[in-house]
């Protein structure tokens, strides 16, 4: 039963984090601005996540132990990490302003061999042939994914630049949840992550953010983003891995890929091709058996 609930808390928060780039796009048909929408989306996360973290730890009788000075430098990382949050966001919505959603979340999925050259230079490991290999083929899906093949196909270099600068901040996102500040609760590791993530975007689009903040009509756009894209994930990832393993935990997350790319395409009307179908197929194929095979390094 508790393998089932992980496997339940893995899907739905994959699932979440793929309905974000089609909630953001809506609200950029609407007439509202990446920038309040990124902001507001944060700040949501900010205030459900620390009323969480305040009830977990009175409940847990955890607050001697958050006011450790080991405790107070984990969290110092944590924010510090948690920027990379803050600017995958910013990235991942401005990418699609410039490119289709299921280009843009192709192009987030880069992090697949981006996290493998991070662990190489981190953990000082000779690579694993079998993901060196997917690697190499995970960028030959994303050339089909992207469409570039096709007759109509236009290139963005902006697009693409955001997207690839999401997938980088999105691979150290990646490292710091599962590497960073293990020594605290989970809770408390997302709540200060996702705080770094808001600090970075205050930085990131400045004054901007008041001048598209002209309508209380943003909060429910808002609300909508911060409960899919900050409260949501981290709290079903944080309790749904430890039941299933980083294992099954990661083939379950590309659902985030079909998610996103359906979504796009009953809500934003976007076509997907065929050799565009071919390459997103290659890519979690290729996921999946990197997640699943252990083989000798090189």
Same mark, same amino acid.
């Given at each position: !039963? /508790?393998?089932?609930?992980?496997?339940?808390?893995?899907?739905?928060?994959?699932?979440?984090?793929?309905?974000?780039?089609?909630? #953001?796009?809506?609200?950029?048909?609407?007439?509202?601005?990446?920038?309040?929408?990124?902001?507001?989306?944060?700040?949501?996360?900010?205030? #459900?996540?620390?009323?969480?973290?305040?009830?977990?730890?009175?409940?847990?009788?955890?607050?001697?132990?958050?006011?450790?000075?080991?405790?107070?430098?984990?969290?110092?990382?944590?924010?510090?990490?948690?920027?990379?949050?803050?600017?995958?966001?910013?990235?991942?919505? @401005?990418?699609?302003?410039?490119?289709?959603?299921?280009?843009?979340?192709?192009?987030?999925?880069?992090?697949?061999? !981006?996290?493998?050259?991070?662990?190489?230079?981190?953990? +000082?490991? +000779?690579?694993?042939?079998?993901?060196?290999?997917?690697?190499? #083929?995970?960028?030959?899906?994303?050339?089909?994914?992207?469409?570039?093949? %096709?007759? /109509?196909?236009?290139?963005?270099?902006?697009?693409?630049?955001?997207?690839?600068?999401?997938?980088?901040?999105?691979?150290?996102?990646?490292?710091?949840?599962?590497?960073?500040?293990?020594?605290?609760?989970?809770?408390?590791?997302? =709540?200060?992550?996702?705080?770094?993530?808001?600090?970075?975007?205050?930085?990131?689009?400045?004054?901007?953010?008041?001048?598209?903040?002209?309508?209380?009509?943003?909060? =429910?756009?808002?609300?909508?983003?911060?409960?899919?894209?900050?409260? @949501?994930?981290?709290?079903?990832?944080?309790? $749904?891995?430890? =039941?299933?393993?980083? $294992?099954?935990?990661?083939?379950?997350?590309?659902?985030?890929?079909?998610?996103?790319?359906?979504?796009?395409?009953?809500?934003?009307?976007?076509?997907?091709?065929?050799?565009?179908?071919? $390459?997103?197929?290659?890519?979690?194929?290729?996921?999946? =058996?990197?997640?699943?095979?252990? %083989?000798? #390094?090189?």
């Amino acid at each position: !039963m /508790d393998k089932l609930k992980g496997i339940a808390f893995v899907s739905i928060g994959a699932a979440s984090y793929g309905v974000l780039a089609t909630i #953001v796009k809506l609200a950029n048909n609407a007439g509202f601005g990446t920038a309040a929408l990124t902001f507001l989306q944060f700040v949501f996360g900010v205030i #459900v996540l620390s009323i969480i973290s305040f009830v977990s730890v009175r409940k847990n009788n955890l607050t001697a132990t958050n006011n450790t000075i080991s405790s107070n430098k984990s969290k110092f990382k944590l924010l510090l990490f948690g920027s990379s949050l803050g600017f995958t966001s910013c990235f991942y919505y @401005l990418a699609i302003q410039f490119v289709p959603v299921s280009i843009g979340i192709i192009l987030l999925m880069q992090t697949v061999w !981006m996290s493998i050259i991070l662990e190489f230079f981190t953990e +000082r490991e +000779r690579v694993n042939r079998t993901k060196l290999i997917g690697a190499i #083929v995970v960028l030959a899906g994303t050339a089909l994914a992207s469409r570039i093949f %096709e007759s /109509d196909f236009t290139f963005s270099p902006l697009g693409f630049g955001y997207g690839f600068l999401a997938a980088l901040s999105y691979t150290i996102t990646m490292y710091a949840t599962n590497k960073i500040s293990l020594d605290l609760p989970n809770i408390t590791r997302s =709540k200060y992550l996702v705080l770094g993530g808001f600090i970075a975007i205050i930085f990131f689009w400045n004054y901007q953010i008041t001048e598209e903040l002209n309508t209380l009509e943003l909060i =429910k756009w808002g609300v909508i983003l911060g409960l899919f894209g900050t409260v @949501l994930p981290p709290i079903l990832f944080n309790n $749904g891995v430890p =039941k299933i393993g980083a $294992g099954l935990a990661g083939i379950l997350a590309t659902l985030e890929i079909p998610v996103s790319i359906l979504s796009a395409y009953f809500m934003l009307n976007e076509r997907i091709g065929l050799l565009q179908a071919l $390459g997103i197929l290659i890519i979690l194929i290729t996921i999946i =058996k990197i997640n699943t095979h252990k %083989e000798k #390094v090189i």
